[in-house]
T-cell receptor, first 113, second 114 residues
Framework: AQSVTQLDSQVPVFEEAPVELRCNYS??????LFWYVQYPNQGLQLLLK??????LVKGINGFEAEFNKSQTSFHLRKPSVHISDTAEYFC???????????FGAGTRLTVKP | DTGVSQDPRHKITKRGQNVTFRCDPI?????LYWYRQTLGQGPEFLTY????????KSRLLSDRFSAERPKGSFSTLEIQRTEQGDSAMYLC????????????FGEGSWLTVV
C-alpha cells in the first residue's frame, strides 16, 4: 500500500521568496505522484502530476516538482511566491488504479507581505 | 466543462438525524469517488464507483454510510443516525478510467453534527 508523508505542516514565507514543500512517499510498486492545492472552503485543484518520463514536472501557477526515486521524494517548488499562493497543499500517491490514491496531511503555506 | 458539483455545500444537523449529499460528476467521467476530510488532515478515501458499480469501500465507511450511483451518473452519500464524529467535509471527485488520470474534485459538502 502507498503512503505519503508531508514533512512540514506549516511553511511561512515572505512574498517573492522561493519556497519548497517537502513530500516523501512509500510504495512497493510503480507510483503516480500528484500535488493538489486547496483554498479555504473549496475542493482540491490539481497543480501537477508525475506519471513517467522527465523527473521535473511543471504545473500551473509557476509551480514545479521533481521526482526522485532514490530518495522517494516529490518536493514542490516555486522560485517566487505571491500572496495569492497562500493555501493548503497536498501531496498524493496512487498506483495503477486511481482508487488507491492516498493523500498526505497537508502543508499550510502562508505568504506574508 | 462544468466540473464536479456537490449539494448541499453546508449542512447542520442534529445528532441522530439522517443526511444525504449529492454529487454530479464531470460528464463522461465513469469513475466517481467519495472522500472525507477533517480539519488539519488530508482527504481520506471512502468509496469509489466505476459506472454504477461500487467497486471498493474503505473500512472508514461504517454501516451507517451508504453510497449509490444508480444510473452511473450522479451519486448520493447517505449517513444514517449521524454522530458528532461524522462532522467533516465530504468531497466528491471524478475521473476517466485509466492509470494516472487526473481526479477532479468538487468543492465539498460540509457537515456539522450538533
Amino acid at each position: 500500500a502507498q503512503s505519503v508523508t508531508q514533512l512540514d505542516s506549516q511553511v511561512p514565507v515572505f512574498e517573492e521568496a522561493p519556497v519548497e514543500l517537502r513530500c516523501n512517499y512509500s510504495s512497493s510498486v510503480s507510483v503516480y505522484l500528484f500535488w493538489y492545492v486547496q483554498y479555504p472552503n473549496q475542493g482540491l485543484q490539481l497543480l501537477l502530476k508525475y506519471l513517467s518520463g522527465s523527473t521535473l514536472v511543471k504545473g500551473i501557477n509557476g509551480f514545479e516538482a521533481e521526482f526522485n526515486k532514490s530518495q522517494t521524494s516529490f518536493h514542490l517548488r516555486k522560485p517566487s511566491v505571491h500572496i495569492s499562493d497562500t493555501a493548503e497543499y497536498f501531496c498524493a500517491v496512487s498506483g495503477d488504479n486511481n482508487n488507491d490514491m492516498r493523500f498526505g496531511a497537508g502543508t499550510r503555506l502562508t505568504v506574508k507581505p | 466543462d462544468t466540473g464536479v458539483s456537490q449539494d448541499p455545500r453546508h449542512k447542520i444537523t442534529k445528532r441522530g438525524q439522517n443526511v444525504t449529499f449529492r454529487c454530479d460528476p464531470i460528464s463522461e467521467h465513469n469513475r466517481l469517488y467519495w472522500y472525507r476530510q477533517t480539519l488539519g488532515q488530508g482527504p481520506e478515501f471512502l468509496t469509489y464507483f466505476q459506472n454504477e458499480a461500487q467497486l471498493e469501500k474503505s473500512r472508514l465507511l461504517s454501516d451507517r454510510f451508504s453510497a449509490e450511483r444508480p444510473k452511473g451518473s450522479f451519486s448520493t452519500l447517505e449517513i444514517q443516525r449521524t454522530e458528532q464524529g461524522d462532522s467533516a467535509m465530504y468531497l466528491c471527485a471524478s475521473s476517466r478510467r485509466g492509470s494516472g488520470n487526473t481526479i477532479y474534485f468538487g468543492e465539498g459538502s460540509w457537515l456539522t453534527v450538533v
